[in-house]
C-alpha cells in the first residue's frame, strides 16, 4: 500500500511565478490536509479538504493561496506571485473516510519550496 | 486555543542512555496526543499516540502517557541509539487538524 504521495520533492521558482504542489493520498484515504513548516519552526496547518470540498482553510493566507481536491486526480496547492517569504516545507496528509478529530493523519514527504 | 509546548533541543546523549523529551498542552475539550518523528530531509512519521486520559502509547521502546492532570506527554525510551537521532515533534488534535510543538532535535553519539 504506497504512502502519500508528494511532487515535486523540491520545487525553486522566482519571486512573482506560480507554484503548484500536488497530493496523492494514501490509497482509500479521502481527507487530504496541507501543512506548512517554515525553518525552524513546527507544521502550522493550511487547509483541510475532501473530494470536491473545502471543509476547513483557516490556516490559509487569504490571498495568493488556493488548494483543490477534485474528483479525480491529487490535491493541489498552489501559490500565485510566490514571495521569498513563502520559501518552506509543505507537507500533505491524508487519512481515511471514517476519520474523525482522533484519527491519525499519514503524512508525504513534503515538497521544499525555495524562492529566489 | 489549543496548544504544544515542548522542550527545546537539541539534546546531545550517547548511545544507550535514557531520553526524556517533555511536552506539555493547552487544550479545551480532550484532544487525542501524538508524537512523530521526522529524519533529515524526510516526512513526518507517526511514532505513537493516545487518545485519552491515562492511554500509554508505544511504539519501537519508545512511550508516553497521556496525563491529564499535569496536561503532559512525555516521550521516553530506555536506551537510544544512534539511529534515533531525529526531530521529534509533539502534536494534539484540534478539530480537524493536528497543532504540533516546534520539535525537539535529537542528536545520539556512539
Known amino acids: 500500500n504506497a504512502g502519500v504521495m508528494q511532487n515535486p520533492r523540491h520545487l525553486v521558482r522566482r519571486r512573482g511565478q506560480e507554484a503548484r504542489l500536488r497530493c496523492s493520498p494514501m490509497?482509500?484515504?479521502?481527507?487530504v490536509y496541507w501543512y506548512r513548516q517554515l525553518p525552524e519552526e513546527g507544521l502550522k496547518f493550511m487547509v483541510y479538504?475532501?473530494?470536491?470540498?473545502?471543509?476547513?482553510e483557516s490556516g490559509m493566507p487569504k490571498e495568493r493561496f488556493s488548494a483543490e481536491f477534485p474528483k479525480e486526480g491529487p490535491s493541489i496547492l498552489r501559490i500565485q506571485q510566490v514571495v521569498r517569504g513563502d520559501s518552506a516545507a509543505y507537507f500533505c496528509?491524508?487519512?481515511?473516510?471514517?476519520?474523525?478529530?482522533?484519527?491519525?493523519?499519514?503524512f508525504g514527504p513534503g515538497t521544499r519550496l525555495l524562492v529566489l | 486555543g489549543n496548544s504544544v509546548t515542548q522542550m527545546e533541543g537539541p539534546v546531545t546523549l550517547s548511545e544507550e542512555a535514557f531520553l526524556t523529551i517533555n511536552c506539555t498542552y493547552t487544550?479545551?475539550?480532550?484532544?487525542?496526543l501524538f508524537w512523530y518523528v521526522q529524519y533529515p530531509g524526510e516526512g513526518l512519521q507517526l511514532l505513537l499516540k493516545?487518545?485519552?486520559?491515562?492511554d500509554k502509547g508505544s511504539n519501537k521502546g519508545f512511550e508516553a502517557t497521556y496525563r491529564k492532570e499535569t496536561t503532559s506527554f512525555h516521550l521516553e525510551k530506555g536506551s537510544v541509539q544512534v539511529s534515533d537521532s531525529a526531530v521529534y515533534f509533539c502534536?494534539?488534535?484540534?478539530?480537524?487538524?493536528?497543532?504540533f510543538g516546534k520539535g525537539t532535535s535529537l542528536l545520539v553519539t556512539p
Open positions: 502534536a494534539l488534535s484540534s478539530g480537524y487538524a493536528l497543532n
Open positions: 496528509a491524508s487519512s481515511p473516510p471514517s476519520a474523525g478529530v482522533r484519527e491519525t493523519q499519514y
Open positions: 479538504l475532501q473530494k470536491e470540498n473545502i471543509i476547513d
Open positions: 493516545a487518545t485519552k486520559a491515562d
Open positions: 487544550a479545551t475539550g480532550y484532544p487525542s
Open positions: 490509497k482509500g484515504h479521502s481527507h
